[in-house]
């Protein structure tokens, strides 16, 4: 065996070690809960990106986006003209 492949087996027996000491709980609930919490995270960005695709759709076809740059524009212009 090499010695990263031995190194690499060494750690996968620790963290198996690890992860059964002391476990009142049913084995293997750890990664349950870490996919879980994985699972959440997608969640909530796939809920982000819909929100932000929602937002993105009702400001293009009601011209707002276009109505928010012409006044800044013109704010700056006013700023920058002094009038």
């Known amino acids: 065996m090499s010695t ?18 002391g476990s009142t709980a049913r084995p293997g609930r750890r990664r349950l809960e870490a996919g879980q919490a994985t699972a959440e995270y997608g969640l909530v960005i796939l809920a982000a990106a819909a929100l932000a695709g929602v937002l993105l759709a009702w400001a293009t076809g ?19 003209t002094g009038s």
Do not use: E, K, Q, W
């Not at 990263?4 to 000491?21: D, E, G, K, N, Q």
């Not at 109505?67 to 212009?77: C, G, H, N, P, Q």
């Open 4 to 21: 990263i492949s031995s190194f690499i087996h060494a750690l996968r027996r620790r963290r198996l070690a690890r992860s059964h000491r």
């Open 62 to 80: 009601t011209g707002g986006v276009n109505r928010l740059m012409d006044a800044v524009m013109d704010s700056i212009i006013a700023d920058v």
